[in-house]
């Protein structure tokens, strides 16, 4: 069962919001300063034709009409000039915050625990990178700025109504409860109610991938059926939700409508009334109206964008909530408490010096392409200890798969994992690799919780290497050294050498400027994972976690790899779960895991000897009776 990944408090996103307005201070100045001079502009004419007016009633001459006109054309045209740099310039920092948001939502997805993406499901993530991401795109391009433009130019307009005179500016205030009433009462509904709506088309996603993922199994099943039911549920749902929301605004934006005719005609009227008892001039209750006029536009402007500015709130409040989802184990940040940019990170990110590990030992590990020991580690350099004891771990409450396990892997050795299907090797790695915290018990790294490690951190000291793998759209050389991009074409060069991948690599059209992935040079699975292993070569860390990482090769093909990663696995702590026994032969020590506990553990001869389990496997696996 998937859960959906938490949401960020209002207090959260007017937090972060603030942040990037402080990024960008200069940028929001001249935009402020742009519209508000736009707004000025605008201002002229209604008060020039109320003048006029006035001065025709008073008597006036045709050159004094052609510079009230001369005068009216300068100030649209000097409003549309300032328009258009006040938009350019808004729309330029729009740009730039949303590359910020992008570059920010991919740093907080790529830092989140394996465990954490894998409760959530694909649904919920593959809506906040698109339906999410999208909503905000839209607000940060133009509600922001519209919003911006409509406040200082309704600020504005009844500044200079209010300079007409207060009398005739009174009849606008009729709109004030309308508006009031009717904006609160959306505002403390629409924020839920896109929350729902978009946590609603996540579980439709969520629905959609999985039945598309699974269709072989769908048919082979004839889950159809079933499958149609949970697609018409999930719709159901979206369509509830997204019904709702549209009955806010079908009641919000009528009375907003009501709110916009009713001061012009109160204008009109009171105006009028003043103007016969000579409280106000012919000239004043022209401006009035105008003015009054002219607010409809940036007031149903505001309050439209103010629309679109809760769907991009929810939305960013989804996309910041990936950061408030806790981490594994006892080094988490709390739910709710969404780190913002320029906030503390003490966590190193990958590819920054570190020198304290988890041992408190230095690192001298050598690089790809150094001295003698070409993607080794020299001598004298150790991995910490890893220490699992009293492990417990379950999925599901009250079901342990994991039970009692205590296991001490020594510097350097390397430990192979056996036994049969749904034993519970794969979960032990998991847990021996900090993605998945264990339920009871611990797991430390040079005498130091792993799950208290950053995460960052923590994937510098061990490393989980599976059956699933990725190509990334770009060349060979670009997918090798995403754990160093600073690594040099001969270290890249000597990390393919090590998984015995340079050969291929070399022969591609354009060698490793070869771009791969999708819509690039296609590679076979085999390859896709030499790459995988490359990146690990390349990525150093202490100890291995491998879970079937040759499982795609041909077994001769894998056997010959095996041994071309000897010297790269040497002075590295190294656990491998294999069904291929001749790796369980080859390593330091054998632990056989058989119903949620290791049941025997010493090396390949003692356990054949002993004539237990291990030896039982190794026999049926040379297919001896």
Not at 413 to 441: D, N, Q, Y
Request: glycine share 10%; charged share 20%.
């Amino acid at each position: 069962m998937t859960v959906q990944l938490p949401v960020a408090t209002p207090a959260q996103v007017r937090r972060y919001a603030r942040t990037l307005a402080r990024r960008h201070p200069k940028a929001l100045v001249t935009a402020l300063v742009l519209h508000a001079l736009a707004a000025v502009a605008g201002l002229g004419a209604p008060r020039l034709l109320g003048n006029l007016v006035q001065a025709v009633q008073d008597g006036t001459t045709r050159v004094t009409v052609d510079k009230v006109a001369l005068a009216i054309a300068a100030f649209v045209i000097g409003q549309s000039v300032l328009t258009r740099f006040a938009r350019l310039v808004s729309f330029r920092l729009g740009e730039r915050v949303l590359a910020e948001l992008r570059e920010e939502f991919v740093r907080r997805v790529l830092s989140l625990p394996l465990s954490t993406v894998e409760r959530a499901g694909t649904g919920d993530l593959l809506t906040r990178t698109s339906r999410d991401v999208d909503a905000l795109a839209r607000t940060v391009r133009f509600a922001a700025p519209e919003t911006l433009i409509a406040l200082v130019t309704t600020v504005l307009t009844l500044g200079a109504l209010a300079l007409v005179g207060p009398l005739v500016a009174l009849p606008c205030l009729i709109a004030v409860p309308i508006l009031w009433v009717s904006t609160r009462w959306y505002l403390r509904r629409a924020t839920a109610g896109y929350l729902r709506e978009n946590a609603a088309y996540s579980d439709v996603n969520e629905g959609l991938a999985e039945t598309v993922e699974g269709a072989r199994t769908v048919e082979a099943l004839r889950l159809a059926r079933q499958r149609i039911r949970r697609t018409d549920g999930d719709i159901g749902r979206s369509f509830a939700a997204e019904r709702y929301t549209l009955f806010l605004r079908s009641v919000w934006f009528p009375a907003a409508e009501v709110s916009y005719v009713l001061p012009v005609v109160a204008t009109l009227l009171v105006g009028g009334l003043l103007y016969t008892h000579g409280m106000a001039s012919l000239g004043q209750v022209t401006a009035a109206t105008l003015y009054v006029q002219q607010l409809i536009d940036p007031v149903d402007r505001l309050l439209s964008w103010l629309d679109e500015l809760q769907v991009g709130g929810a939305s960013l409040a989804r996309l910041l909530g990936v950061s408030a989802e806790p981490g594994d184990g006892r080094g988490r940040t709390p739910a709710g408490s969404a780190r913002g940019p320029g906030e503390a990170d003490t966590a190193q990110r990958p590819g920054e010096a570190d020198t304290a590990r988890g041992s408190g030992e230095g690192d001298t590990a050598r690089r790809p392409g150094e001295g003698d020991h070409a993607c080794g580690r020299g001598e004298g350099d150790t991995a910490p200890t890893l220490v699992a004891a009293g492990l417990h771990y379950s999925y599901v409450d009250g079901r342990d798969v994991l039970r009692g396990i205590d296991l001490a892997v020594r510097p350097g050795e390397r430990l192979a994992m056996v036994g049969p299907s749904g034993a519970g090797k794969s979960t032990l790695g998991r847990l021996l690799a900090g993605i998945h915290p264990p339920r009871e018990g611990s797991v430390t790294i040079g005498g130091v919780p792993l799950t208290s490690l950053p995460l960052a951190r923590r994937r510098r000291e061990v490393a989980l290497v599976t059956q699933e793998h990725h190509v990334f759209v770009g060349t060979v050389a670009d997918n090798v050294s995403l754990p160093r991009p600073d690594a040099s074409e001969a270290e890249v060069r000597a990390a393919l050498r090590a998984v015995d991948a340079i050969g291929w690599a070399d022969a591609l059209p354009d060698g490793l400027a070869t771009v791969v992935g999708s819509g690039g040079t296609e590679l076979s699975a085999a390859q896709a994972q030499q790459l995988a292993l490359a990146r690990l070569v390349l990525a150093d860390p202490h100890t291995l976690v491998l879970d079937e990482a040759t499982s795609l090769i041909d077994p001769r093909a894998a056997r010959h790899l095996e041994r071309s990663l000897g010297a790269v696995l040497d002075g590295r702590t190294v656990i491998a779960i294999a069904h291929r026994l001749h790796t369980a032969h080859d390593a330091d020590r054998v632990a056989v895991v058989a119903d949620g506990r290791i049941v025997e553990l010493g090396s390949h001869a003692e356990l054949v000897a002993a004539g237990g389990d291990y030896a039982a496997l190794w026999e049926s696996w040379h297919g001896r009776p």
